[in-house]
């Protein structure tokens, strides 16, 4: 399949995704039960892993959203991330469980976490649609949740983008062409 000048292949189905967050959910109801836990989508890539996985919670929860960036249209990290929308929400005293796409070199995560630590929450966890373990630069031990895990290699679908398009995809694909920079 063609996106832009990019072309992609089948990685992962919606039925398996479908199950994996049906399990993910099971764990979260368990260990938040009594804590009402604070979800915090990061934004734009995790609108629709958080949308399909909060309708499998089953315990007294809240949802609300936070957009950060460090990809600028390309296949590989900038490094340089860019706050889009702060979070109004008063997290003190909270359980907090972050929801991302994926965790690339896992710096995106990292700065997150520092900045919410910041504001003094009772707990915070991460739970990540996607991680690749080869490209992990940080060590994040809130990373505590996760889909799958991948190899070195840029993927779209299901929330992820190339050059903003391709989030509507109901599966996740990778790009096909070998290359060095993913
Ligand atoms: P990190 O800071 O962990 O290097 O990058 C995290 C962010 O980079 C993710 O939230 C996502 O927006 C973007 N990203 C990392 N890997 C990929 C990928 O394979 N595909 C897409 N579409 N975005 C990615």
């Not at 989508?41 to 950060?68: M, Q, R, W, Y």
């Not at 690339?104 to 373990?133: F, H, Q, R």
């Not at 799958?148 to 299901?158: L, M």
Request: with cysteine; net charge negative; charged share 25%.
């Amino acid at each position: 399949m063609k996106i832009d000048d990019l072309e992609f292949e089948p990685l992962i189905e919606e039925e398996t995704i479908a199950k994996r967050i049906n399990l993910l959910a099971v764990e979260l109801n368990a260990d938040y039960a009594g804590k009402t836990p604070i979800f915090i989508g990061v934004l734009n890539g995790s609108f629709l892993f958080v949308a399909d996985l909060v309708k499998h919670i089953t315990i007294p929860c809240e949802v609300t959203f936070t957009k950060l960036a460090s990809y600028y249209g390309g296949t590989t990290s900038s490094r340089k991330i860019r706050e889009d929308i702060d979070l109004s929400t008063d997290i003190s005293g909270r359980h907090i469980v972050i929801i991302e796409d994926i965790v690339d070199t896992g710096n995106t995560l990292a700065y997150l976490i520092e900045k919410l630590k910041l504001k003094n929450p009772a707990s915070i966890s991460v739970c990540a649609m996607l991680v690749k373990p080869g490209k992990l630069e940080t060590s994040v031990e809130e990373l505590r949740y996760v889909g799958f895990e991948i190899e070195n290699e840029f993927v779209v679908g299901y929330g992820l983008d190339y050059k903003e398009l391709g989030r509507n995809l109901r599966d996740i694909y990778r790009l096909t062409s070998t290359t060095d920079e993913v």
